[in-house]
């Protein structure tokens, strides 16, 4: 069983992905925002971060980069999960530090593939 942080603003988008990681028997910690999620991250330790990218007070990218300068987090794995689908999205989200970088809408098969994909 793993540890993972959801980030998401939108509520029914972060419980989807919760949902989809309970049912596969991981422990799941749920943050509003960057600026929460990385608190959590840090209280936490969580073995992966599933991130949205356009949230508020903290986007996704700044998570990520903030998560990788912290001594503590610097070992997270980083599961970005958006709808900003542009090419530049994607290089610029793996250059902050993601693992995998997803688009919305996405299918349980493929959080579940991205979360099996970073732990091996």
Avoid at 20 to 43: F, M, P, S, T
Wanted: proline share 4%; glycine share 4%.
């Amino acid at each position: 069983m793993l540890k993972i942080l959801v980030v998401d603003d939108t509520p029914s988008a972060r419980e989807l992905i919760a949902n989809y990681l309970r049912k596969r028997g991981h422990e799941v910690i749920e943050a509003n925002n960057g600026k929460e999620a990385l608190a959590k991250a840090i209280d936490n330790l969580p073995d992966i971060v599933v991130t949205d990218i356009v949230m508020p007070e903290m986007n996704g990218f700044e998570l990520c980069r903030s998560l990788k300068k912290n001594p503590v987090t610097k070992n997270s794995r980083i599961v970005v999960c958006t709808s900003k689908n542009q090419s530049i999205d994607r290089l610029w989200g793996m250059k902050q530090g993601a693992d995998i970088y997803l688009t919305k809408p996405f299918t349980e098969e493929q959080i579940i593939e991205a979360v099996k994909s970073v732990t091996t």
